[in-house]
Nanobody, 128 residues
Framework: QVQLVESGGGLVQAGDSLRLSCVASGRALTGLYAMGWFRQAPGKEREFVGVISSSGGRESYATSVKGRFTVSRDDVKNTVYLQMNSLTPEDTAVYYC????????????????????WGQGTQVTVSS
């Protein structure tokens, strides 16, 4: 079992930056888990934001955040980060991190159904 706890959300203004953290416990992430970030706005389905491979060498992003958001991981700290820059009100959502057990070091799943473990989410609100 892997437990995931997100933090770092809050209320910011358009154009600001935030960094979300996701701390894992129960298992080491190194080389075993691709780590994804998803978000869910009120009345909308949960959507893919970004993912980093288990090796840490490959990343993928949703078109809506590419160039503004960056996923990184520190396997020593068993922590994954989502750096969010140039935030807009459209980025307002609950942000979730998730872990996908994979044997493929560069695999970067975008489908939420592929993920095995989820955090409880952290709210990000961007005012205009």
């Amino acid at each position: 079992q892997v437990q995931l706890v997100e933090s770092g959300g809050g209320l910011v203004q358009a154009g600001d930056s935030l960094r979300l953290s996701c701390v894992a416990s129960g298992r080491a992430l190194t080389g075993l888990y691709a780590m994804g970030w998803f978000r869910q706005a009120p009345g909308k389905e949960r959507e893919f934001v970004g993912v980093i491979s288990s090796s840490g060498g490959r990343e993928s992003y949703a078109t809506s955040v590419k160039g503004r958001f960056t996923v990184s991981r520190d396997d020593v700290k068993n922590t994954v980060y989502l750096q969010m820059n140039s935030l807009t009100p459209e980025d307002t959502a609950v942000y979730y991190c998730a872990a996908d057990r994979t044997d493929y070091s560069d695999y970067r799943p975008r489908n939420l159904n592929e993920y095995d473990f989820w955090g409880q989410g952290t709210q990000v609100t961007v005012s205009s």
